[in-house]
Structures are given as structure tokens and as C-alpha cells.
């Protein structure tokens, strides 16, 4: 017997089609086992493909299930605004008093924000929490070789995990960030080994800070091959995971700061991250979203 599930695919950190991270999003999905999902999530081969389920706590809005095309992750951040905005669009949810949603999925209750303008709706969510300890020296060795180039400028590289862990590593600019060409079997390699979901990287741009809090601050680029994605045009964790470690490594002002990243210019998109880091060192990434796909997914 066959089954159908809504489906959509939501372009997420743009207000303009394809210029962001796509994310596949399949509603109705208790009935599916986890074979399923990881089969639905490999062949829609997006970076991301999340599964709306009934939540198991009243708390809850909705509880989602997020897997690359390899394997499944606690959380992410791209999926989470893109299924929000989904969920939304589809009447699945309604906002909360003050414009809140809550997430449950496998790192626990992610709370979101959905705030209206004159330009659409802005998504972001709150980073439950970041654990941030040094990389070893001979692990940023191996980065240098698998980068082709020296790191460790003004902060030593790092792990970070925020669900998804990411290696952290700031370049000298944002140019040097474009201008890098990883060896993505060995970096693949080096991920399996240490445990982590990837790599993410950053550079600012001069003048640093900018003139103003919309013009854009940093580029980043987010590496996961060992995850079958070799570069994830826009990634929500590991820019939250930048606004972390920079918090941690004494980069951003003590009263707190926000800033726009950009990613996404290497693989022909052009996102557009808004990230706030408060006093208490509290990380909230948000950004646009824009449905591209709408339709249904038959099993």
C-alpha cells in the first residue's frame, strides 16, 4: 500500500530562491521507521532532509528528526528555521504568545522566534549550549596539511560542539577563507577519526568591525564529508558555533554583539546569516526562508 506525505523544500538564509541551503522537509512521518528516514534523506541527497513527527511532551510544538544523506544529527540549524517556516506555511503550528515556537528533537527543547516585518518573516533559534575545548596540536597539525596552509591566527583552533560538533578554525580574512581548497578524502578521513560531524571556518572582513550591523562581518564555509556533504552552502550550527568560540576566545565585545556571515559564494549561493551573542554569552542565528518546492512525497 502506498503512502503520501506532504513535502516541501525550503531555501533557507535568503529571501531569493536558490541562493540559500535547501532543506527537504517530510510531514507526517511517525509511521516511518529510521531506515526510511536515512533512505529518504539519501535520496534527496540535500545536505539536510528533516521528518515532522507528533511530540512526545506538551512542552513541544513539534518534534523533528534531521539526517544528512549518511546519517542522522541531534540538531542543526538551517533545518530547524527551515522546518519552522514549513510547519508554519502549512498551518502544522501556531505561534506561541510573543511569536515563539518549540522544537523538541534529539538534543532536547530548541526554542524559536518568528518575527514579522515588511520583508517577510525572520526565523531564529537559540543555541541550548556550546562545549568548547582546544583541538590538539597534532590534529591542527593534520588541518594544516589537508588545508594546504598555517592556522591558528590570534586563537588556536577548536572543537565545538553544539549537537553537531565542528572543528572551529579562524583564517586571517575572509579572502583566505574563499581561497581555500581542502583534501576532502583526508579531511573525511581525520573526521571519522576524531568523532566530529566537520569543519567550519571564518575570516573577517575589513574593516572589521563594519560601519553598520547589516553590512556583513565575516565569511564562513562549513566542511562535512565524512557526512557526504563536501561543502554546506549555509550552515546554522557552525555559525553558531563561530559566534561561540569567538565569544569564548575573548573576539566579540564583553556586552554582547550581533553580526551578519555570509556563506555560500564557493557553491553558487549567497546566504545571509544574522547572528546575536548577549552579555550571558547566549547565541541566537536566525535568517530568512523562502518555500521552493511544495508538493508530495509517495512511498
Keep these: ?11 533557507v538564509f535568503t529571501k531569493r530562491p536558490l541562493a540559500g541551503n535547501p532543506v527537504a522537509v517530510v510531514f507526517d512521518a511517525d509511521g516511518l521507521v529510521t531506515e526510511d528516514m536515512q533512505a529518504i534523506a539519501n535520496w534527496t541527497n540535500l545536505s539536510e532532509t528533516t521528518f515532522v513527527l507528533t511530540p512526545t511532551t506538551p512542552e513541544a510544538d513539534y518534534r523533528l528528526r534531521i539526517f544528512t544523506p549518511r546519517s542522522e544529527l541531534p540538531f542543526a540549524g538551517h533545518p530547524t528555521l527551515g522546518s519552522a517556516h514549513a510547519i508554519l506555511e502549512a498551518g502544522r503550528a501556531t505561534p506561541r ?6 522544537q523538541q528533537c534529539n ?9 514579522e516585518g515588511p520583508a517577510g518573516r525572520l526565523f531564529a533559534f537559540t543555541l541550548l549550549s556550546a562545549h568548547i575545548e582546544p583541538l590538539p596540536a597534532a590534529d591542527v597539525a593534520e588541518l594544516e596539511c589537508i588545508l594546504g596552509c598555517t592556522l591558528g591566527h590570534g586563537a588556536a583552533p577548536a572543537r565545538v560542539n553544539v549537537g553537531p560538533v565542528w572543528m572551529v578554525l579562524r583564517m586571517p580574512d575572509a579572502a583566505a577563507v574563499l581561497d581555500l581548497r581542502p583534501d576532502f578524502a583526508k579531511l573525511a578521513a581525520l573526521e571519522r577519526r576524531l568523532g566530529v560531524t566537520g569543519l567550519t571556518v571564518f575570516g573577517h572582513y575589513p574593516p572589521y568591525p563594519p560601519a553598520s550591523k547589516d553590512e556583513v562581518a565575516i565569511e564562513v564555509r562549513t566542511f562535512a564529508p565524512s557526512c557526504g556533504v563536501e561543502e554546506d552552502p549555509v550552515c546554522g550550527s557552525g555559525n553558531a558555533s563561530v559566534a561561540a568560540y569567538q565569544w569564548a576566545r575573548g573576539l566579540l565585545p564583553l556586552e554582547g554583539a550581533a553580526y551578519v556571515a555570509a556563506q555560500g559564494r564557493c557553491v553558487g549561493r549567497d546566504g545571509r546569516v544574522k547572528v546575536q551573542i548577549g552579555a550571558d554569552g547566549q547565541v541566537r542565528v536566525g535568517g530568512s526562508c523562502i518555500t521552493c518546492v511544495d508538493g508530495r512525497l509517495t512511498l
Excluded: A, C, P, Q
Aim: glycine share 12%; net charge negative.
Design 97 to 102: 504568545e510573543g511569536g515563539r515556537l518549540v
Design 1 to 11: 500500500m502506498k503512502h503520501t506525505h506532504e513535502y516541501k523544500v525550503v531555501d
Design 107 to 115: 538534543i532536547g527543547l530548541v526554542n524559536l522566534s518568528i518575527e
